[in-house]
């Protein structure tokens, strides 16, 4: 093991508490925009203030250490709203425990982490009144067995009253609108009350209980501090340059640590959040709110990129932009760029201010880092986990190796868990540093298995560290295809070479235990129909027959390129969304067990299946 510590590229400040970072900010700040968002898509744009801001945590945060829940465990669930970061913010701020929950969880599995989290009040979102008024009548009828007494609804005027689900339960005095208790804390504030200022934290005790994917029985609850998150908010400042007056394009569910801890440190900037308005709506918004960076996952700008490409083609100016982008890049070597002029036109589509991406939570293809990098966009990979607060590492101007998730950030110590001596050995990845977890929520066993007695975090995931420092990803421990030679394949590294095929969005690829026991490799392939019919020069889509002859010759060119105990031997092509995560990545376990499932149902194998339409399976 030889261990790599970052270093910083930038000078930043440090603070000690999530109140202390929050509310210097906001006072530093105070005049500039801190959001910008919709209430919905049609109505016009919301600015706050960093004032604004600050005014709203403090004062709510006074309400809280006034009420029945000073200092207790308190649950944020719903879509991403200004009112999710003043809930969860005060929440923290005041010195309470803070349980971000999963917006897209069903009212079952929402009230199986309120009973574990023993969550004594919920802010929720509109779009959660339903459900909320469900909880709320089994708590009340004695179903419910949970210390669970308030729910607070983000914004009352959402509600349209329209049908009983969508009414203000006004006989029911658990319910409250966050805009009453801010207006109650701030009657406080008024009168003398100074107990937000004094509040004490303990900046090293477990204050945040964030839950990961999975089923909720079986989903770990990590445990975090505020000195894991100031830490990890510090590591970023002194790596990425994000400045006073930028606008962040905000899209990520707030509940994942990914988007909330790089929340933290855009607004420590004094940069601006812009909120999306929803899926359908991240171009028109980009367009309008000008945004300069982005945090985000690889789906997000995958299919970004390809609008783009069907506006080039639409345009007739491939052959263009084909010459253009090698004469740009080779000038670029000579310290001449001219990259934002010469593709102004596709940089506007993208509001035309944009400087800098960051890509976490998944790898992206080579090809979609180049094109970016080539109109004129810092486009960087990071790399982290909910357990490490999350950042471990990004690329950066100083060091930007593709195909790498970047050097480990300041403060923070990377190393590869492998006796093989030689260069670029693969083993787990192991990390160190104020942003690891204090451990899994009521789970030592856990715990003990993923922090060793060294302090040493095992991510799960394996890689290996070049000469550069740069940290590669190579696959999970868990998802390592162990074939019947004793050979290891990681299914994301065939991903990545099937994912070169055109006409195919996404691919998920396992282990498939066939009738002689052995283990074959097979893909999924989940197909764009209309980009294989233009790819085969057809005026309409192909048939299920066309686009099995192309995969073929496709996936039979792709296993060239691979070694021979890598290939795929059988797979499938599906029209139908994977099963995934709320930040898109695909639930390997889930997606595996759907697929053998429908296999076994319908009596068929894949080597039976092989090239086949998955979707349109029938039974044997």
């Known amino acids: 093991m030889n261990p790599v510590k970052g270093t910083p590229i930038f000078t930043a400040e440090r603070s000690e508490n999530l109140h202390e970072l929050m509310m210097k900010t906001c006072d530093r700040f105070a005049e500039s925009d801190a959001f910008i968002f919709r209430r919905s898509p049609k109505q016009s744009e919301v600015h706050r203030t960093f004032y604004d801001f600050g005014e709203d945590i403090r004062n709510l945060g006074t309400y809280l250490l006034n009420s029945p829940y000073k200092m207790d465990r308190m649950a944020v669930v719903g879509e991403n709203a200004y009112e999710w970061f003043v809930s969860y913010n005060a929440i923290l701020s005041s010195g309470g425990i803070g349980v971000p929950l999963d917006r897209a969880l069903p009212e079952d599995e929402l009230i199986q982490l309120l009973v574990r989290s023993k969550s004594k009040i919920i802010f929720y979102h509109a779009k959660h009144h339903k459900m909320m008024l469900s909880i709320a009548a089994k708590v009340k009828s004695g179903e419910l067995d949970i210390p669970l007494d308030k729910f607070v609804i ?29 207006a109650e804390g701030k009657a406080l504030r008024e009168n003398g009350d100074t107990k937000f200022d004094e509040v004490e934290i303990d900046s090293e005790a477990a204050k945040i209980i964030l839950f990961t994917s999975g089923t909720t029985s079986m989903s770990k609850g990590v ?67 000008k945004p300069t960076v982005c945090i985000s996952v690889p789906l997000l700008f995958e299919n970004i990129y390809s609008k783009i490409e069907d506006g080039i083609k639409a345009s007739g100016k491939e052959k263009v932009i084909a010459v253009a982008r090698p004469v740009t890049r080779f000038l670029r070597k000579l310290g001449i760029d001219i990259r934002r002029n010469v593709f102004k036109e596709i940089l506007d589509k993208l509001g035309g201010n944009f400087r800098m991406i960051v ?22 990979m990071g790399y982290g986990l909910t357990e490490t607060s999350p950042v471990i590492s990004v690329n950066t101007e100083v060091c930007d190796v593709h195909g790498s998730v970047g050097r480990p ?16 050995a693969v083993g787990e990845i192991l990390t160190k540093s104020d942003c690891v977890m204090l451990g899994y929520y009521e789970n030592e066993e856990a715990t003990a298995e993923a922090i060793d007695k060294d302090g040493w975090f095992h991510t799960g995931d394996m890689g290996y560290i070049d000469k550069t420092g740069s940290i590669h990803i190579t696959g999970r421990v868990k998802s390592m295809i162990v074939l019947t030679n004793g050979k290891k394949a990681f299914p994301e590294e065939i991903e990545a070479v099937l994912g070169e095929i055109k006409g195919v969005n996404e691919v998920f690829v396992w282990g498939n235990r066939n009738e002689r026991e052995a283990i074959d490799i097979c893909a999924k392939l989940l197909i764009d129909r209309k980009a294989i019919g233009a790819e085969l020069g057809l005026q309409t889509e192909p048939d299920d027959s066309q686009v099995e002859a192309y995969l073929n010759d496709k996936v039979h060119d792709a296993n060239h390129t691979m070694p021979a105990y890598k290939i795929v031997r059988n797979y499938v092509f599906s029209e139908e969304e994977m099963i995934k995560t709320t930040t898109l990545k695909i639930k390997r376990p889930k ?30």
């Not at 203000?168 to 208790?181: G, H, M, V």
């Not at 890509?359 to 960087?380: P, S």
């Open 154 to 182: 983000f914004y009352k005027p959402s509600l349209t009253g329209k049908t009983a689900d969508d009414t203000w339960p006004e006989d029911d005095s658990r319910f409250a609108d966050i805009y009453d208790l801010i």
């Open 223 to 289: 445990l975090l501090s505020h000195k894991n998150i100031c830490s990890n908010v510090y590591s970023i400042a002194q790596t990425l340059d994000v400045r006073r007056g930028d606008r962040a394009f905000s899209i990520l569910p707030l509940h994942h640590t990914f988007e909330n801890t790089c929340d933290f440190f855009i607004l420590s900037c004094g940069a601006c959040i812009c909120m999306c308005d929803g899926l359908r709506y991240i171009v028109k918004n980009m367009e309008e709110w």
């Open 359 to 380: 890509i976490g939570g998944a790898g992206i293809d080579k090809k979609y880092i180049d094109a970016f990098t080539d109109f004129g966009l810092q486009f960087f």
């Open 409 to 424: 950030m300041s403060g923070i110590t990377v190393t590869i868990d492998t006796d093989d001596k030689s260069r670029n």
């Open 591 to 620: 997606e595996q067990e759907h697929i053998e499932s429908r296999l076994a149902e319908c009596s068929r194998t894949m080597v039976e299946m092989n090239g086949k339409n998955f979707d349109k399976m029938i039974k044997a």
